[in-house]
């Protein structure tokens, strides 16, 4: 069974920052595009940003200056700093890797965010 293991969510004052991590095995990391996504109380799950195994960066209009998303190829995990925090970032956010050679999904189980206005 196909494990990603998200950690660093939790409560936070507006423009204030978190790190989340995602950590999973080495046959699945080495060969997927790695992402995260956001689901808002009330809403759809939203993808915020993607990073390809060549390193190259993607993020939603809503986070661009304000996340950033990088990859620990050693340690098989992905982060997502994200800086200068608003309350609409409030939610989960899910870890996410979709193998580049079969377009296989794997989701981890969410870390919550919140953030106080």
């Known amino acids: 069974q196909v494990q990603l293991v998200e950690s660093g969510g939790g409560l936070v004052q507006a423009g204030g920052s978190l790190r989340l991590s995602c950590a999973t095995s080495?046959?699945?990391?080495?060969?997927?595009?790695m992402a995260w996504y956001h689901q808002a109380p009330g809403h759809q799950r939203e993808l915020v940003a993607t990073?390809?195994?060549?390193?190259?960066?993607n993020f939603a209009d809503s986070v661009k200056g304000r996340f950033t998303i990088s990859r620990d190829n050693a340690k098989n995990t992905v982060f997502l700093q994200m800086n200068s925090l608003k309350p609409d970032d409030t939610g989960v956010y899910y870890c996410?890797?979709?193998?580049?050679?079969?377009?296989?999904?794997?989701w981890g189980q969410g870390t919550q965010v919140t953030v106080s206005s």
């Open positions: 996410n890797a979709r193998k580049v050679t079969t377009n296989d999904n794997y």
């Open positions: 080495r046959s699945i990391f080495s060969i997927s595009t």
């Open positions: 990073i390809t195994t060549s390193g190259y960066t």
